[in-house]
C-alpha cells in the first residue's frame, strides 16, 4: 500500500493548521490510503515525521503558508497547497500525491547524511544551550565590531551628541549589545519548548539583564523558561476547540509569570552578586591568576576542538563580553586558531613525515586557523591523537596565557584575523599576534617531534 505523508501549518498555527491535517486524514481515509500528517502550530511540531517515514513515503504533500523544512524532502515527490486549499480539495491532492512516481533513490544518500549530520550533535541541555549561543554571536560579533569603530573616532568620542561615534556606540552597545542575553535565554528556551518557551525566555534574559545577573542568569532564566513552558504544554489539557488558546495565552501568561518572579525574587540577587565578583576578579586579573586562567581557556579550546570542553570556554568569554570584560575573548580566540595553524605550520616544516593528503590537508587547516575555525584540526587529531591532542593543547594553552599576559582584549568572538585590521577591535594587536605566532609554532614543532618519520606512506 501506498504510504503518504503530509505537513501542514498557517501562520497562526491554531486553526488553520489542523483544520487542514483532519481534512487530509479524512480524505485519506475514506480511499483507504495510509497517511502521516505533521502539524506545525502554535505549540510547535506535533507527529514530526521521522527520516524514516520519509524514505518509505510515496509522496509527501505539503499544505502551508510558513516555512515547513523542505531539504529534509528531497528525492520525494512534493505536492504544494495552501491550508485552505487542503482543508477544501483534500481528495484532489491525495489523488496528486498517489499519481507521482517516486525516486527513492536519490533520497536514500540524503537520508544518510542527515541521519550523520544528526549523530554528531549533542542532545540534552548542551544542545540548548548551544541553540541559544548561535543565536547570540551575530549580535555580538555586530555590536562588537560597530563599538570598534565607533573607537576609531576617539576612545571617548561617543560621549558627544549627536556625532557619527555616538550613533555607532547607540547601534553598538545600547542595542545589539543589550540584546544578547535576552536572546540567549530566549532561544535556550526555544530549543525545549518550542514556541512556547520563546515570550518567557525572552523576558527572563531581560530580567537578568535588568537585575544585572549578566549570562550566568540569561543562561538560567531560559532553561526555567523552557521547561516551565514545557511543562505546563504537556500538562494542561482542554477541549480541542479551546487548545488554541493554550499557545498564543494561557502558556505565555503563566510561563513568563512564573519565570519573571523567579528571577525577581530568586534568581537575580545572587546571581548578581556572583556575575559582580568575577567580573571584579577578571578585570583586576594580572600575574599569576591571568596566567594560568590564561592556560585554562586556551587548553580547553584545543582538548576537543569544537567539542563541549571548546565550546564551554569560548560561551564563559562570550558571555563577558556583556559585562565589559573583554581579555578572555581574546585569549579564547587566539587559542583556537593555533591548532590547525600549527598543523599547516608542521606540514612545511617536516614534509616528509606526512603523506600527500596530509600535506594538502595542511593547508586547508592554514586557512581555517586564520578564520577562527578550531574544526580543522579535527583530521589530524583523529587520525593520531595520542601525539598529536596533547601537541594542540600545549600550544593552545601557551597562546592563551601569553595572551592573557600582554593584555589583549577582544571586542568581536569571532573573525580570526580579519578582525586584527579592524582599528580598536584588539587592543595590544602586535603582541596579541606574536602570541598567536608563538603557539603556533610551538604546536609545530611538538607535533613534528612527536611523529615517526616512518609514518609517513607518501613522502
Avoid at 211 to 227: E, K, P, Q, S, V
Amino acid at each position: 500500500m501506498k504510504k503518504l505523508l503530509a505537513v501542514t501549518a498557517c501562520p497562526t498555527g491554531i486553526a488553520h493548521t489542523y483544520m487542514a491535517a483532519e481534512a487530509l486524514q479524512n480524505a485519506a481515509k475514506e480511499k483507504q490510503v495510509e497517511i502521516k500528517v505533521e502539524t506545525r502550530g502554535a505549540v510547535g511540531v506535533e507527529n514530526g515525521l521521522t527520516d524514516d517515514e520519509i524514505r518509505e513515503a510515496h509522496a509527501i504533500i505539503i499544505a502551508a503558508a510558513t516555512d515547513v523544512d523542505e531539504a529534509r524532502f528531497k528525492g520525494k515527490p512534493v505536492i504544494k497547497a495552501s491550508p485552505g486549499d487542503a482543508i477544501k480539495n483534500a481528495d484532489q491532492l491525495i489523488e496528486e500525491a498517489l499519481a507521482q512516481q517516486a525516486t527513492a533513490d536519490a533520497f536514500v544518500d540524503q537520508v544518510k547524511q542527515t541521519k550523520s549530520e544528526r549523530s554528531a550533535k549533542r542532545t540534552g541541555p548542551y544542545q540548548h544551550l548551544m541553540n541559544g549561543v548561535s543565536f547570540m554571536i551575530p549580535l555580538v560579533v555586530a555590536g562588537g565590531l560597530i563599538i570598534a569603530l565607533s573607537f576609531a573616532f576617539g576612545i571617548e568620542a561617543f560621549q558627544e551628541e549627536g556625532t557619527l561615534a555616538a550613533a555607532l556606540m547607540q547601534i553598538g552597545g545600547s542595542s545589539a549589545f543589550a540584546l544578547m542575553i535576552p536572546i540567549l535565554a530566549g532561544y535556550i528556551s526555544y530549543s525545549i519548548a518550542d514556541k512556547p518557551g520563546l515570550a518567557p525566555g525572552l523576558v527572563g534574559g531581560m530580567l537578568a539583564s535588568s537585575t544585572n545577573a549578566g549570562f550566568l542568569g540569561g543562561i538560567i532564566a531560559g532553561f526555567l523558561a523552557g521547561y516551565i513552558a514545557r511543562f505546563l504544554r504537556d500538562a494542561i489539557r482542554l477541549p480541542r476547540n479551546l487548545e488554541g488558546l493554550k499557545p498564543v495565552l494561557i502558556i505565555p501568561f503563566l510561563a513568563t509569570l512564573i519565570v519573571g518572579l523567579l528571577m525577581i525574587y530568586v534568581v537575580g540577587t545572587p546571581v548578581s552578586a556572583l556575575m559582580n565578583g568575577l567580573t571584579a576578579w577578571l578585570t583586576g586579573l594580572s600575574g599569576t591568576n591571568a596566567v594560568l586562567l590564561g592556560l585554562l581557556l586556551g587548553g580547553m579550546m584545543a582538548v576537543d576542538m569544537g567539542g563541549p570542553l571548546n565550546k564551554a570556554a569560548y560561551t564563559f568569554a562570550t558571555g563577558l563580553l556583556a559585562s565589559d570584560v573583554f581579555a578572555p575573548m581574546a585569549a579564547v580566540m587566539a587559542a583556537g586558531m593555533t591548532p590547525p595553524l600549527g598543523l599547516w605550520l608542521a606540514t612545511l616544516m617536516a614534509p616528509k613525515k606526512y603523506t600527500l593528503e596530509e600535506r594538502e590537508a595542511g593547508k586547508a587547516a592554514g586557512v581555517l586557523g586564520i578564520s577562527f575555525i578550531t574544526e580543522g584540526a579535527i583530521p589530524f587529531a583523529a587520525a593520531d591523537p595520542l601525539r598529536v591532542i596533547p601537541s594542540l593543547v600545549i600550544g593552545s594553552a601557551v597562546t592563551g596565557a601569553l595572551s592573557m599576559v600582554f593584555g589583549a582584549a577582544l571586542r568581536a568572538p569571532h573573525g580570526g584575523i580579519f578582525v586584527l585590521a579592524i582599528p580598536h577591535a584588539v587592543t595590544n594587536v602586535l603582541l596579541y599576534a606574536l602570541s598567536i605566532v608563538v603557539g603556533t609554532v610551538i604546536t609545530a614543532i611538538l607535533v613534528n617531534l612527536f611523529k615517526k618519520r616512518q609514518e609517513a606512506a607518501d613522502a
